[in-house]
């Protein structure tokens, strides 16, 4: 059996409830992080439970269960229903199989919500937003009150969001390194896809650090970042450059 029952929620207004503190918590943000993270955005509710050592998957249930009603009291929206009358809570972000011979039920975030993810959160690079995240996260937890945390975290992921851009605004979607631009290699598909490169360690950077998106951010193309990324301590920008030149001489 496949759960996918269309909801009246887009893209734009899932933006706004992942933004509402009042409606998403931290919890909440960090099980659709997981799941997003996850491979076709699809995990169970077991599977979430023990990444996050909870001893059983019920208070999970009940959280997604608790966030689904402040979506639902928030946009007026009809939640999915059971044929004995009941709300299938889960289903409200989420759609859902279930796998019989694997004995899972995973849930799988609706397209909706993983595009809000993304305009909301970014999809900064993989390695070093976790630390980015954990480090800092973890800080906040401990110094501030709940609503605090909250709106603390989203502006600093706002911020982030805003320096991405103006860096992408200042240096376009071309690769610093290579020149590589997907749109005029692949046309239209491959218009504004491109890798930003922190070249500040995010690990490195403190609490209150503000990214300067000139010089700490920097467009390159997937094959480039590879190599910047081929070694512990990344090459810079002007080393790989060098290495790309050095090989076009030798050729
Ligand atoms: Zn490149
Ligand atoms: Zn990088």
Redesign the pocket.
């Known amino acids: 059996m496949f759960y996918n029952e269309r909801i009246n929620i887009s893209t734009e207004k899932w933006c706004e409830l992942l933004s509402e503190g009042s409606v998403t918590t931290e919890n909440d943000l960090r099980v659709f992080k997981f799941i997003y993270k996850a491979p076709n955005h699809e995990a169970s509710s077991s599977e979430i439970a023990s990444y996050f050592e909870m001893p059983h998957y019920g208070p999970l249930n009940l959280q997604i269960w608790r966030f689904s009603e402040r979506v639902v009291q928030k946009t007026g929206i009809k939640p999915p229903i059971r044929k004995d009358g009941s709300t299938r809570w889960w289903h409200v972000p989420f759609l859902g199989y279930d796998d019989k011979k694997a004995g899972r039920f995973p849930w799988i975030m609706r397209q909706e919500l993983v595009l809000a993810f993304e305009e909301v959160y970014g999809i900064e690079?993989e390695?070093?937003e976790d630390t980015f995240l954990d480090a800092d996260l973890v800080q906040d937890l401990q110094q501030h009150s709940e609503g605090e945390k909250k709106s603390t975290l989203i502006n600093r992921y706002e911020r982030n969001r805003q320096a991405r851009n103006a860096c992408l605004k200042h240096y376009g979607y071309t690769c610093r390194i290579c020149g590589f631009n997907f749109e005029n290699v692949y046309g239209p598909i491959g218009k504004n896809k491109i890798?930003?490169?922190?070249i500040t360690p995010i690990a490195k950077i403190g609490h209150n650090y503000i990214v300067d998106p000139f010089k700490d951010l920097q467009p390159?193309c997937p094959n480039c970042?590879t190599i910047?990324?081929s070694k512990r301590d990344?090459f810079t920008i002007e080393e790989v450059k060098a290495i790309l030149k050095g090989q076009r001489n030798d050729a």
């Open positions: 690079e390695g070093h890798h930003i490169h922190h390159v970042h910047i990324h990344p």
